[in-house]
T-cell receptor
């Protein structure tokens, strides 16, 4: 059973606009969340994290929002750049050692 | 700072064989986790090693086993390979030992089982 879901397999956004990637989870015990970016033939690269004591975390162009009541998090990229084109994974953990990953959203930023 | 390195990058095995994948953790990291990523899926947790002991295991059969060495490098061993074991195997290191730290991934070892 998929505990972390990314329901949009793909997303296309114009350069300079905002990209919003969504992630839903089912386990209310999850308390730590990560976002990763993955280029083909490379391992996932860590982007940003958020713990359940916060509802927002910002790092440069990347902001993650957490809505615990809805069991939903989102990653906002502003402004989007062509180099942001990649597959984005969200991941969640309750224990801190086992992370559950979504199936990924492929983002294409159009120049 | 040296990142996570994995070897080999690609390998082909036949059903029933055994495979060993290797991982060197990022400098200063004491925890290694292994994930399996099948085509079109997200990474799935196999197990984690912290201070040379298994520190959590996902839903994988016992023929998936691991080791962590005193220098924090790690091995993943898979016995009696099955066709469904074909996947990208990712190693990730962290500082946390289960305290919610970020995972830093290597580029993976792509295993094909024929």
């Amino acid at each position: 059973d998929q505990q972390v879901k990314q329901n949009s397999p793909s997303l296309s956004v114009q350069e300079g606009r905002i990209s919003i990637l969504n992630c839903d989870y089912t386990n209310s015990m999850f308390d730590y969340f990560l976002w990763y970016k993955k280029y083909p033939a490379e391992g996932p690269t860590f982007l940003i994290s958020i713990s359940s004591i916060k509802d927002k975390n910002e790092d440069g162009r990347f902001t993650v929002f957490l809505n615990k009541s809805a069991k939903h998090l989102s990653l906002h990229i502003v402004p989007s750049q062509p180099g942001d084109s990649a597959v984005y994974f969200c991941a969640a953990s309750a224990t801190g050692n086992q992370f559950y990953f979504g199936t990924g959203t492929s983002l294409t930023v159009i120049p | 700072e040296t990142g996570v390195t994995q070897s080999p990058t690609h390998l082909i095995k036949t059903r029933g064989q055994q495979v060993t994948l290797r991982c060197s953790s990022q400098s200063g990291h004491n925890t290694v986790s292994w994930y399996q990523q099948a085509l079109g899926q997200g990474p799935q947790f196999i197990f984690q090693y912290y201070r040379e002991e298994e520190n959590g295991r996902g839903n994988f059969p016992p023929r998936f086993s691991g080791l962590q060495f005193p220098n924090y490098s790690s091995e993943l061993n898979v016995n009696a390979l099955e066709l469904d074991d074909s996947a990208l195997y990712l190693c990730a290191s962290s500082l946390s030992g289960g305290e919610g730290g970020e995972l830093f991934f290597g580029e993976g070892s792509r295993l094909t089982v024929l």
